[in-house]
């Protein structure tokens, strides 16, 4: 079930994630955990101090487990998701965890029949938008698409769409940096 990679990283991501996905399939709570690590990653995305701790080494195991604890009892993040974040928290894995629910959402995405889209946007997108996007993707693929948005302000505008090994950039960072390059050609 988890796909093999050449870094560890990746190996270690995909494991836990298959692991908790394998579990969650289990207890029949797929949706909940999905919904659970997502409330996570906002948490974690949108404190630095809170990147901080994950990322800093000064910071101990011990340290990392007791504050992410509370966090979770704050945020009402408990069974299986609490559980398992507190596993990755205490094994000092806290650093790659947008990576283990990314790996999460495509097991997920398949169990339901989904294709799964990273979608890489400069600003986060409307309800509305999503809804478009999943439409357009959707009449492209052939199936529902479940859409994994990060947000990447250095793209100025427009986005990038990885469905598998397919990749469309419309960003302006791209558009740019060719425009630039056909210049110094020119020039």
Do not use: C, W
Not at 13 to 37: H, P, Q, S
Not at 152 to 159: I, N, T
Not at 169 to 178: A, E, M, N, R, Y
């Amino acid at each position: 079930m988890a796909q093999s990679s050449a870094s560890p990283v990746s190996g270690v991501t995909e494991r836990y994630a298959g692991a908790l996905f394998e579990l969650a399939v289990a207890e029949k709570k797929i949706d909940a955990v999905e919904n659970d690590l997502q409330r996570f990653d906002a948490l974690m995305t949108g404190s630095d101090d809170l990147m901080r701790l994950v990322r800093s080494p000064v910071f101990s195991s011990g340290d990392q487990a007791a504050a992410i604890d509370k966090l979770l009892t704050r945020a009402k993040i408990a069974g299986l998701t609490g559980n398992f974040i507190r596993v990755v928290a205490r094994n000092r894995r806290l650093f790659v965890m947008p990576s283990m629910l990314a790996a999460f959402r495509r097991l997920a995405a398949a169990h339901r029949g989904e294709e799964s889209a990273e979608v890489t946007v400069a600003s986060p997108l409307s309800a509305t938008q999503k809804k478009e996007l999943k439409a357009a993707l959707k009449s492209a693929v052939g199936k529902e698409v479940a859409i994994d948005e990060k947000v990447d302000p250095s793209l100025l505008g427009g986005m990038i769409v990885k469905i598998g090994s397919r990749q469309i950039d419309t960003s302006l960072k791209t558009k740019l940096s060719s425009l630039k390059l056909a210049l110094k050609e020119v020039g």
